[in-house]
């Protein structure tokens, strides 16, 4: 009886198809991480709007909306490009203006500020800015307007409109409401001021009217693009008053359209929703919440003073640090920070104090308001028992980031006096004052080597007093961005 040899060809089969099995079980594994990366993308936001971040404005801090060019507009490249919106609730009113490629690469920038007398209170205006931007015609790109915290750079407020760069602009008939904002209660004691921008308009007029509910016309004005070429068919901004005649509290909208040269065809339109309302008078008064009365402050660095205020004139707020006799040690004069600060609205206010006493020294921090009226001294005032004191140097290393650096002196020359530098570096960003304007740019540093980022982003004002600040504000700039180096000695 003869008996078969295996000759091993099963045994090959058997470990062939194990080996299938690992292949099929590691591809499923391998899928399986992709799959559950590519969830924690997604809902981290990395693949949100189309694939860029966006970095989503403070709720409830700022607005900015631009105007001109309006969304989807083909911009003329062969001369400067004007930018225009409207803004509110922004750090003394500051807009960065960016005209950017395809690639978020900035083509070109500048800085304004709102044209507003409550601007640097957070207050609500129109603002324009003139680009230069160097690509070749046919790409696209989109023009951005934002404004940041000068504490921390983080972002107030921001928008953004596609745009086409060419060489002869193709301006569609279009009409935005830049102010009232959408929602807004706006106060029909007086004139409501309702501003704008279009283009494309027959002979560049516009009708702006006040709707109640119903869409009966509670007030109606006729108004024209300020813009030299408005009767072609340009672009610009527009701006009316009107008187409304009823209840506090009606709900309505605000509507502007203009029409064909026929009249009968709306050719562009934009409207908002409202509510009418009353501002109410609100009593002077000034409170300091910090420092509390009978604190002992320490003078080693800024003292900060803060409080509230409502009903003062233009929002001002003087602030004032008196040693025991009543003699004046430190001033500072601030704004309510409130959009409603000019017409005597409520809000917050804080200043910082350098003040130069012995230590031990009692004395008094004292906030008041001027009154507009000569010879009725104060329109409200509040004042808190303080010790001047100054803190022992920790033991720890003091670091460049996280303090407030006040400058003293810079190639050899002494601060001007009534004028503050300042320079705070966090998070790779170093903002301050330079003296007129506020300043921001990012920073890089590593074992005592600094690096400041050029160009330096710089609001728009222009200051008078003292004699020579602006001057300084330029030289000071220059030092700071080539700078490489930098010690920290005695704290």
Request: net charge negative; hydrophobic share 35%; charged share 20%.
């Amino acid at each position: 009886m003869s008996e078969e040899i295996p000759t091993g060809s099963g045994t090959e089969e058997q470990e062939a198809q194990e080996g299938a099995n690992r292949g099929l079980i590691t591809a499923v594994i391998v899928m399986a991480v992709v799959v559950i990366v590519l969830l924690i993308l997604w809902f981290s936001g990395v693949f949100s709007g189309g694939g860029q971040e966006v970095e989503t404005a403070v709720p409830g801090e700022g607005n900015i909306t631009i105007l001109i060019p309006p969304d989807g507009s083909v911009l003329d490249i062969t001369k400067l490009i004007t930018v225009s919106g409207t803004g509110s609730g922004l750090f003394e009113g500051n807009v960065v203006v960016q005209a950017l490629d395809d690639g978020g690469n900035v083509l070109a920038e500048g800085a304004t500020t709102i044209d507003s007398p409550e601007a640097g209170t957070g207050g609500e205006g129109s603002w324009q800015i003139e680009l230069n931007v160097e690509i070749e015609p046919g790409n696209s790109g989109s023009i951005r307007a934002f404004s940041t915290s000068p504490a921390d750079g983080s972002m107030i407020a921001e928008d953004s409109v596609q745009v086409a760069y060419g060489e002869e602009a193709a301006v569609e008939s279009f009409i935005k409401i830049g102010s009232p904002a959408d929602g807004s209660v706006v106060d029909i004691s007086g004139p409501i001021t309702v501003e704008g921008a279009g283009g494309g308009l027959y002979e560049g007029s516009l009708v702006v009217q006040v709707l109640d509910q119903q869409d009966n016309v509670l007030a109606e004005q006729a108004a024209t693009i300020d813009s030299p070429d408005a009767g072609t068919g340009g672009t610009g901004s527009w701006r009316v008053e009107l008187s409304v005649a009823t209840d506090p509290g009606t709900t309505g909208r605000i509507r502007a359209f203009s029409t064909s040269p026929e009249g009968d065809d709306i050719v562009a339109k934009d409207s908002v929703q409202v509510q009418m309302g009353e501002t109410p008078k609100v009593e002077a008064y000034i409170e300091i919440e910090e420092p509390a009365d009978g604190a002992t402050v320490d003078t080693g660095s800024l003292v900060i003073v803060r409080g509230m205020g409502a009903g003062l004139f233009e929002g001002n707020v003087v602030v004032q640090a008196l040693d025991g006799q009543g003699n004046v040690l430190a001033e500072l004069p601030t704004i309510i920070q409130s959009p409603d600060a000019g017409i005597g609205g409520e809000g917050p206010w804080q200043v910082e104090l350098n003040i130069e006493v012995e230590p031990g020294t009692p004395g008094t921090i004292r906030a008041f308001s001027p009154s507009p009226v000569e010879g009725e001294g104060v329109m409200a005032e509040d004042s808190v028992s303080v010790t001047y004191e100054k803190a022992e140097e920790p033991d720890e290393e003091v670091k460049l980031e996280d303090h407030l650096w006040l400058l003293m002196t810079y190639s050899g020359k002494q601060v001007l006096e009534g004028t503050m530098i300042t320079a705070e570096f966090k998070d790779g960003q170093v903002a301050g004052k330079s003296g007129c304007n506020n300043y921001f740019t990012s920073y890089e540093t590593s074992n005592g080597n600094v690096t400041i980022t050029e160009p330096v982003g710089l609001t728009r004002m222009f200051c008078q007093d003292p004699e020579g600040v602006m001057e300084q504000e330029g030289e000071y700039l220059g030092v700071l961005v080539q700078s490489t180096t930098y010690q920290i000695k005695d704290g």
